[in-house]
Nanobody, 122 residues
């Protein structure tokens, strides 16, 4: 099982980025994929998750209405579209799975992508 996160970068406040999480070694269709982030000096926090049946949940209140999670099973990839980015969104973003079908913010995920840096700054 491997997850490859990509799409991060430097963006000005109000800008947009789309993160991708490409899965290999397993069929994504059956499992939930979650996005977490970790800012410097802070604990890792859950951001969003999409279940195997495409139900989306946003764990972080501050991203609701700005971030959209989606999945493309044909490409074995999950996306996190981030709009209206704010400096407080700056963090390393990680995708994770544990080959479970549902979203659980407190689940101990075993499989993690390598992380992609998102920096929101003028």
């Amino acid at each position: 099982v491997q997850l490859q996160a990509s799409g991060g970068g430097l963006v000005q406040p109000g800008g947009s980025l789309r993160l991708s999480c490409a899965a290999s070694g397993f069929i994504l269709d059956y499992y939930a994929i979650a996005w977490f982030r970790q800012a410097p000096g802070k604990e890792r926090e859950g951001v969003s998750c999409v279940s195997n049946n495409n139900f989306s949940t946003y764990w972080k209140d501050s991203v609701k209405g700005r971030f959209t999670i989606s999945r493309d099973n044909a490409k074995n990839t999950v996306y996190l579209q981030m709009n209206s980015l704010k400096p407080e969104d700056t963090a390393v973003y990680y995708c994770a799975t544990d080959k479970i079908s549902y979203c659980d913010r407190w689940h101990k995920y075993d499989f993690w992508g390598q992380g992609t840096q998102v920096t929101v700054s003028s």
